[in-house]
Structures are given as structure tokens and as C-alpha cells.
């Protein structure tokens, strides 16, 4: 190919620099193809993961099953669109948490009727292979507002807000529901996941008991602009 | 959406678990699903015979990237409007090929529904109350024709 083209070059009466520059072009052009190509097969493969829980959750008998993967494909559901978000910037090595946000919050707001979603978002970079473990952590504390905070068609507000001072960034997420203090102390699943991912993010989760609702702010590093 | 006439909707997809998923998708939020194809020639067949009223298309199908073109057949010749559904933007000419819109891959159920209803709306109403939900993009001839004003 490469020897074909040089060739081809030569005979056009361009300089063997000319060929070079056009090998490297074709090479660069080559390989942007198939990162857009495995970009592509991403996108489609978690839609199939996607198509598949769901397939299972309408097919399960048990209630318990039911709820296990509907939640699992909440989780994959913010990696979706986390992916959606991928090759939309212009870097693709940063990731904006405040786009990633208004779009989950526009995924989960027909969810709960008569429980609005506020947001106030700072637009935030952070670096790309950090990012599927931040949305994870978001999704569980939103859902969890969602979920428990408002039983029996309590109407409220969740208020998520970003903001970033030097080279910290600070995510709040604030309900005004019926707080924690009949919560079942035992810590679920998703509480465990916030534990493990916050350690992973290096960052603090606060919790506070605001009355009403449940304030969870939390605090990680991100580079400096 | 409307009762009496459900949208009629033609579902172009090679991944037949995702069509199934789709074609539940659009039972689920009322319309009513008239087919499934995997192929483009597969799929101007059957836009054909069943004259669709939306066709839910792939730009990736069984015979390669050829969703772009059976779409355009599909809406020139066919009567349907077409929404592309896919994880293939930058395959998609500026014109969208003459659908009304696209959907990006990984979608969520949510958001088929939400499209579903809207263009439904649009359809019957022949204009837009608002703008599109999440996730779906419009076309510019279609966003001119439903009047939705870009927001800022
Ligand atoms: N925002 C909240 N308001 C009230 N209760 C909450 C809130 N977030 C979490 N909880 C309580 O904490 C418990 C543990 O949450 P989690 O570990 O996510 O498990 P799960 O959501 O599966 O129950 C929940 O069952 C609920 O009782
Ligand atoms: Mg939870």
C-alpha cells in the first residue's frame, strides 16, 4: 500500500515529502475511522445490555428480581449516558459533569409525579476515565432522593448543584422529603456502591439530616482548569 | 396518544433484540407496531405494503450502512416519516435524508417514549407545543415545518 502510493506520488511529481505527509494523513484519517467505529460498537453493545435487562425485569415472576435489575439497569443507564456525552466535546479526554447531569435529570424526571428536579450546575471538566464512576455515584444518591424521600405521593423538590472553588468540585444533592430517621439502619446495596466509588474518586460524601430532608454533598478533587 | 388512531410504525433494525425492545416501546406508549425489517430492501418492501406512518431506522442494518438511503426512499416514495435511531451521527448527511429527526445510541426507554409522543402530536396537530423532549434531534426542514423554535 504505503510503497503503491509513494509511487503514485513520485509520478504525480510531488516531492517524497509530499508522499510522507500524505501516508501520515491516510494513516491519521485510518485511525480516526476506527475510533469512531469502536465508538459505535460501544454505544451499540450497551444498548444491547441495555435491551436484555429489561427483557429479563418484564420476564421475572419475583417482585425481589423485578426490583434487582430494573436498578442494575438504572446503573447501566447512567453509564449510557455517560457514553452519550463521549465524542460530543471537542476534547475527548474531558468530560463536562454538568451536561452529564441535565441529561440524567431529564432521563429521571417523569419518574416521580409531583417530585421536581432543580438543577443550579457549574460546568465542570474532569478527566474522561473518571467519569463513569462519578455518574455512578450521582445516580445512586439522586435515585435515592427519588425513591425514598417522598413515599405515599409526597410532593417535593430535589435540588442538585454544582459548583468547583480552585481544585475542588462540590455536588449537592438536596431533598425536602421525610429525611432519614426512620431509614432501616442497614446500609443497601446502593449506599455501598457511594462508599466504594467515593474512595475511588477520593471523595468525602457529607450527609445531614437538614429537616426537612436529606443533604448529601459531595467533595472530590478535580485538576485545576 | 390518540386512541382511535394509533401511530403506525415500521421498526428498521438488524439487532433483533433491540427491535424487539422497540417494538414493545411502541405498544407500550400506544402506537401500534406494523413490522420489522433488517435489510433496506427488506424494509422498503414492507413501508410499502404497510404504509407506515413513522419508521423507527438504523443507519447500520443487516446489508451494511444502507439506512441512510432506505430512508430517503422510504419518505419520497413511501409516505413515511422517518426517525433515525442510531449510534452512527456522522454517517448521517446534513438533510437527515429527509427525516424528521434522529435519536442517539445508547437511548432509554424514557426517551423513545417521550419522541413517540411528540411527533405523534406534531403529526396530528401539524405543529409542535414546545420543544422536542431529551435526546431527540429535529431536522431543520421538520423543525421549520412543526414551528419549534430553537431554544437558546
Ligand atoms: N434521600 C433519602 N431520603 C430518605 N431516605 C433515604 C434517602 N436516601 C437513602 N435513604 C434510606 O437509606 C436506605 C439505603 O439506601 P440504599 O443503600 O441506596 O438502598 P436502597 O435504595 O436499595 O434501599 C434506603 O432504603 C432508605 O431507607
Ligand atoms: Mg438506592
Redesign the pocket.
Known amino acids: 500500500m504505503t510503497g503503491q502510493k509513494q509511487t503514485q506520488a513520485a509520478s504525480d511529481g510531488q516531492s517524497p515529502e509530499d508522499g510522507r505527509s500524505h501516508d501520515l494523513q491516510k494513516a491519521l484519517e485510518q485511525r480516526t475511522g476506527l475510533l469512531h467505529e469502536l465508538d459505535h460498537r460501544v454505544k451499540n453493545n450497551l444498548q444491547l445490555i441495555s435491551s436484555l435487562m429489561l427483557l429479563q425485569a418484564r420476564h421475572a415472576h419475583e417482585p425481589a428480581v423485578k426490583t434487582a435489575l430494573e436498578?442494575m439497569h438504572e446503573r447501566l443507564n447512567a453509564i449510557a449516558v455517560v457514553h452519550r456525552g463521549l465524542f460530543m466535546t471537542e476534547d475527548p479526554g474531558r468530560f463536562d459533569i454538568a451536561a452529564f447531569v441535565r441529561d440524567l435529570a431529564a432521563e429521571l424526571a417523569g419518574a416521580r409525579p409531583g417530585v421536581r428536579i432543580m438543577l443550579d450546575l457549574e460546568p465542570v471538566a474532569m478527566r474522561t476515565g473518571h467519569a463513569a464512576a462519578l455518574a455512578l455515584l450521582i445516580n445512586?444518591?439522586l435515585?435515592?432522593?427519588l425513591?425514598?424521600?417522598y413515599p405515599e405521593g409526597r410532593q417535593g423538590e430535589v435540588r442538585v448543584k454544582i459548583t468547583r472553588s480552585g481544585s475542588e468540585m462540590r455536588i449537592g444533592i438536596a431533598?425536602d422529603?421525610?429525611?432519614?430517621a426512620?431509614?432501616?439502619q442497614?446500609?443497601?446495596?446502593?449506599?455501598?456502591?457511594?462508599d466504594l466509588l467515593s474512595r475511588q474518586l477520593q471523595a468525602r460524601v457529607a450527609w445531614e439530616d437538614a429537616h426537612p430532608?436529606?443533604h448529601?454533598a459531595v467533595t472530590l478533587p478535580v485538576e485545576a482548569e | 396518544m390518540n386512541a382511535e388512531h394509533p401511530l403506525r410504525v415500521l421498526i428498521v433494525e438488524d439487532e433483533v433484540l433491540l427491535a424487539n425492545e422497540l417494538e414493545y416501546l411502541v405498544e407500550t406508549s400506544g402506537a401500534k407496531p406494523v413490522g420489522h425489517a433488517m435489510t433496506s430492501p427488506e424494509a422498503i418492501t414492507l413501508a410499502r405494503e404497510t404504509r407506515p406512518d413513522l419508521a423507527l431506522v438504523d443507519v447500520h442494518l443487516a446489508d451494511g450502512p444502507t439506512g441512510v438511503d432506505a430512508a430517503r426512499e422510504m419518505t419520497e416514495h413511501c409516505g413515511a416519516i422517518v426517525l433515525f435511531i442510531t449510534a452512527n451521527l456522522r454517517r448521517l448527511p446534513d438533510d437527515l435524508a429527509g427525516a424528521c429527526g434522529v435519536m442517539c445510541k445508547p437511548y432509554s426507554e424514557n426517551q423513545i417514549r417521550q419522541a413517540l409522543d411528540f411527533i405523534a402530536r406534531c403529526m396530528r396537530e401539524g405543529r409542535a407545543e414546545g420543544q422536542p423532549p431529551n435526546g431527540l434531534i429535529l431536522s431543520d426542514a421538520f423543525a421549520r415545518l412543526w414551528r419549534v423554535h430553537h431554544a437558546a
Open positions: 436498578a445512586e444518591l435515585i435515592n432522593a425513591r425514598h424521600a431533598d422529603g421525610v429525611g432519614m426512620n431509614a432501616n442497614e446500609q443497601g446495596f446502593g449506599l455501598s456502591i457511594v430532608g436529606v448529601v
